[in-house]
């Protein structure tokens, strides 16, 4: 994106309407929330605020040579949509648009399928202009974005033709979440050093999944120089751990997360996928005693653009919506199930908690589709806040709370179809389950003794068999909910150490991807192998071994 700031302003100045609004009214923005959040005396003082009101002009381009100059020759792109973060509005037939934009706006095209936009030298995607006249609040502990002065002639974007098959890949990060620079380098080692030894999987494109650092924005510099050496653009969510503090409302609190990533919700396509961005993250000001905190909220406004985005998107195109805290936790949810709940594919991802789960969200919570919506709730990169025993790389072990690793997700998709692949930090990629069972059992035990299986991204769908040696008969396993065994161990070996070089692990998650079964009766006594394989959704397999002692039942027993 380019803008043109010429001496040439007349032409447009005269054309520039300024309308002084009142914030009360602000397109009823916040009638809800004033309603929910504060007293009418504060409502009042609202009402004094005046905003400024523009209108914002410029066009979008073929920007065939990537320079992100509009050069002789470079065509321009009608039907691209473009919005202020509410309104969203298609460029005409030179490919120019127009729209309304108050003092605190961020104006982004939408990509659209088969074109780039640029990304700057940490392969972060520049699709937006930032239009805060005065700037973020000059007193933040992190900096938000300088003032950028008035509006500039034309807010021009250029766009970058590329070729976007059906069939493509994207690296899911849940949290990452340094707390310092040194929990950066934990993340380099343990994982960016392995995706780039895998060239990034193939994937076309990345995106974090929120709380992206912990609390010090000052970590997202190092971190995002060490996540551009993948070498794929790397799209951004905002996480409750990535907000300015020192904001008194939800509006100024993602000042230095649109400095550096850009709008803090927005949408893009790439093949025949549509990505919607959301944050689910609403912070609300200290009131009536009780100090700041975060909900789960989408609010008025981001619903509108919700609205309007998906309002441009055939019914059959997959839509991937991305968020920080799952969407079950967000207080305004139902307005965007009404959104979703039609369209024939539509899934969504979260992070935040810390551990794996598929959630398929049905009439209990309030959905009315024909169909459970799939929601997935992502593996961090962190994994357990980086917690846990050291390895002999002085990196902590960071088990979920599941049992599973810290790692990542490879979404792969097919026209409408998808399928997620987890991917464990520093262990091959067959590395998918852990099995639990004794070291050794009697053979008058045998039918009593459970194997359990921890399959790390298993879900309803997942079917789970095993056997007992190579000729064994497959057995069926079940799924329950319960903790898995080996956390459970750990944690129990960690309390019992008073020195630690290394943050304590969390609660224990009683996990819903654990299969068990009993052993099969009759097993000779000696060494056998217990084999276990896992189908997933998708038909895909994945197996997995472990030796068991059988021994004789000891005689008088
Ligand atoms: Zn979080």
Redesign the pocket.
């Known amino acids: 994106m380019n803008t043109k700031m010429t001496h040439h302003v007349a032409r447009y100045c005269t054309a520039v309407v300024n309308l002084l609004l009142f914030t009360s009214f602000a397109v009823g923005i916040s009638a809800i929330v004033f309603a929910q959040e504060t007293k009418v005396g504060q409502a009042s003082a609202q009402n004094l605020t005046s905003t400024q009101l523009q209108v914002a002009r410029g066009c979008v381009y073929r920007d065939d040579n990537g320079n992100s100059v509009r050069d002789p020759g470079e065509a321009s792109m009608p039907g691209v949509r473009v919005s202020n973060g509410q309104d969203i509005v298609t460029t005409d037939a030179s490919g120019h648009y127009e729209l309304n934009v108050d003092d605190d706006a961020i104006i982004f095209v939408i990509k659209p399928r088969n074109f780039m936009t640029p990304v700057n030298s940490q392969q972060l995607p520049r699709f937006f202009y930032i239009h805060k006249p005065g700037g973020s609040p000059a007193n933040f502990k992190y900096p938000g974005v300088a003032p950028t002065g008035p509006l500039p002639e034309s807010i021009d974007f250029g766009l970058i033709p590329q070729s976007e098959p059906d069939q493509f890949r994207a690296l899911i990060f849940g949290?990452t979440q340094p707390r310092n620079v040194e929990e950066v380098e934990y993340m380099a080692h343990d994982v960016i050093e392995q995706i780039i030894a895998e060239r990034a999987h193939g994937a076309a494109l990345g995106i974090t999944l929120?709380?992206i650092v912990f609390d010090d924005l000052s970590v997202m510099e190092p971190l995002n120089q060490a996540v551009a050496l993948i070498g794929i653009p790397w799209y951004n969510v905002l996480?409750?751990?990535d907000m300015n503090y020192d904001a008194t409302d939800d509006r100024h609190s993602d000042e230095t997360f649109e400095r550096i990533y850009g709008p803090s919700y927005y949408s893009f396509d790439y093949g025949p996928t549509h990505f919607l961005v959301v944050d689910d993250v609403t912070w609300l000001a200290a009131a009536n005693g009780e100090p700041a905190h975060y909900v789960g909220g989408l609010g008025p406004k981001q619903l509108r653009f919700i609205k309007n985005d998906l309002a441009g998107i055939p019914q059959d195109q997959l839509v991937v919506l991305l968020m920080?805290?799952p969407l079950t936790d967000v207080r305004d949810r139902q307005e965007l199930y009404r959104f979703i709940e039609q369209r024939p594919a539509a899934i969504s991802l979260s992070?935040?908690t810390h551990y794996m789960e598929h959630r398929f969200i049905g009439s209990e919570d309030g959905w009315q589709g024909p169909r459970p919506h799939h929601h997935i709730v992502n593996v961090t990169v962190c994994g357990s806040w980086w917690g846990g025993r050291k390895d002999e790389r002085g990196i902590p072990h960071a088990t979920m709370s599941d049992g599973g690793p810290n790692g990542y997700s490879i979404l792969s998709f097919d026209g409408s179809r998808y399928d997620l692949q987890f991917r464990a930090a520093g262990r091959p990629d067959d590395y998918q389950m852990n099995i639990y069972a004794p070291e050794s059992v009697s053979t008058d035990r045998l039918s009593s003794t459970p194997v359990r299986v921890n399959v790390f991204a298993g879900c309803t769908n997942t079917h789970c068999q095993m056997r007992v040696g190579s000729t064994g008969q497959w057995i069926d396993m079940q799924r329950s909910t319960q903790p898995d065994p080996a956390f459970v161990n750990e944690k129990a070996r960690d309390k019992a150490i008073l020195l630690k070089n290394w943050r304590d692990l969390p609660e224990t998650y009683s996990t819903p991807h654990i299969w068990q079964a009993n052993l099969p009766e009759a097993i000779a006594a000696g060494t056998h192998t217990i084999e276990v394989r896992v189908t997933w959704p998708s038909n895909r397999e994945s197996s997995s071994t472990r030796l068991v002692r059988i021994t004789p039942t000891a005689s008088g027993s």
């Open positions: 949290d929120g709380d996480g409750n751990h920080h805290i992070a935040h």
